[in-house]
């Protein structure tokens, strides 16, 4: 298979895995598309598996870049050997290739078991994969993007200076309700190593910092909500904090109570 055969036979085996489990197929999102395949290339000539990028990129920062606003998570198969090589320039893909990562995530067993939670998550209605083969090895480097679509949000700026204020907006959409705006900080990207790399398992998206709510509760600055419709303008942290600064917006899903899960999550560059 060439790399657009390959995407489309992976998305295959993923709906295959959660129709088994009786939960929807996700459709392919061009933007989680991008993401993987800047990931899976990354990985592929590096040699390393993980879900931070050799540039120190995080998914939700390479799925922002990318044009995506919904919320992604990642699995992620490949090298652990930490060396450096050339990517095959027209890379082939053998079914029984694509196959064995798709089976080593969902032969995973608690509590060590995230890749395949991920692919089983019910939540997901959208993904994305990149697919790349280092040259003179028969390994496919997989890179799945699990996207979360359930609202329209407003543009972001992709760069901003420390202490912007920043319109954050949208509608969410289908079974949510609005409930809430996060911002969240994590330091600037620097690069790592594969070394460095091969030793990290998991990735936990950073927990927001300052969390608005809409009038009623307690909150620094109430969102304005009409409907489905929410805006708020917010500070980007204090003046000469820099750093990516990770906007999320979160609902609620019906037969969940109060219980907020994060709809999206957006990164800016800010200097």
Not at 61 to 80: H, I, K, M, P, T
Not at 240 to 254: D, H, L, N
């Amino acid at each position: 298979m060439n790399l657009e055969q390959a995407r489309r036979y992976v998305l295959a085996l993923v709906n295959r895995d959660r129709a088994e489990h009786g939960l929807s197929p996700v459709v392919m999102d061009e933007a989680a598309n991008r993401a993987g395949q800047r990931h899976a290339e990354d990985m592929a000539q590096v040699g390393y598996t993980a879900h931070w990028g050799s540039d120190g990129s995080v998914p939700e920062q390479r799925y922002s870049e990318a044009g995506g606003s919904d919320f992604v998570q990642e699995n992620a198969g490949c090298l652990a050997d930490g060396k450096s090589r050339k990517l095959d320039p027209a890379p082939r893909f053998a079914a029984e290739e694509l196959e064995r990562v798709e089976r080593a995530f969902m032969d995973e067993k608690p509590p060590h078991d995230g890749h395949r939670k991920n692919i089983l998550k019910q939540r997901h209605t959208g993904f994305g994969v990149g697919v790349a083969k280092p040259s003179g090895v028969g390994v496919a480097c997989l890179s799945q993007e699990f996207v979360d679509d359930y609202g329209d949000y407003g543009a972001l700026p992709k760069t901003a200076r420390a202490g912007d204020l920043v319109t954050i907006s949208g509608d969410v959409k289908g079974p949510v309700a609005f409930g809430g705006v996060g911002v969240g900080r994590i330091d600037s990207s620097q690069p790592l190593t594969a070394t460095y790399l091969n030793t990290t398992y998991t990735y936990a998206v950073p927990t927001p910092s300052d969390l608005y709510f809409p009038k009623g509760f307690v909150t620094k600055k109430p969102v304005e909500v009409s409907g489905k419709h929410f805006r708020i303008e917010v500070p980007l942290g204090k003046r000469g904090q820099g750093g990516r600064y990770e906007v999320s917006i979160w609902g609620k899903y019906p037969g969940a109570g109060q219980q907020l899960e994060m709809v999206s999550l957006r990164v800016i560059d800010v200097h």
